[in-house]
């Protein structure tokens, strides 16, 4: 099983900048992707963006060009800078990873952007 810790997240103006990270243990040999999701009030979670354990990643589109997610493999950490943030960011953001084919979850950190 695999363990995920979470960190960051708050209320920051529109324009503003916050850093999440996560900190997976347990066996964090068999994880393969590590990523970020988000729910907002009354929406489905929706994937922000996620990291292979080669470097590859992917994002929404909603977020390129603002958010970069990246990880250290040595520590099994993932984390997500977000730049140029949006009212529209907000939402309860969710450390995901994938492991022997099973997902793990974090237990949520929020982010609230104000107008």
């Known amino acids: 099983q695999v363990q995920l810790v979470e960190s960051g997240g708050g209320l920051v103006q529109a324009g503003g900048s916050l850093r999440l990270s996560c900190a997976a243990s347990?066996?964090?040999?068999?994880?393969?992707?590590m990523g970020w999701y988000r729910q907002a009030p009354g929406k489905q979670r929706e994937l922000v963006a996620a990291?292979?354990?080669?470097?590859?990643?992917n994002y929404a589109d909603s977020v390129k060009g603002r958010f970069t997610i990246s990880r250290d493999n040595a520590k099994s950490t993932v984390a997500l800078q977000m730049n140029s943030l949006k009212p529209e960011d907000t939402g309860v953001y969710y450390c995901?990873?994938?492991?022997?084919?099973?997902?793990?979850w974090g237990q949520g950190t929020q982010v609230t952007v104000s107008s």
């Open positions: 990291v292979t354990s080669r470097g590859s990643t």
């Open positions: 347990g066996s964090v040999f068999s994880i393969s992707v």
């Open positions: 995901n990873v994938a492991a022997g084919g099973v997902p793990y």
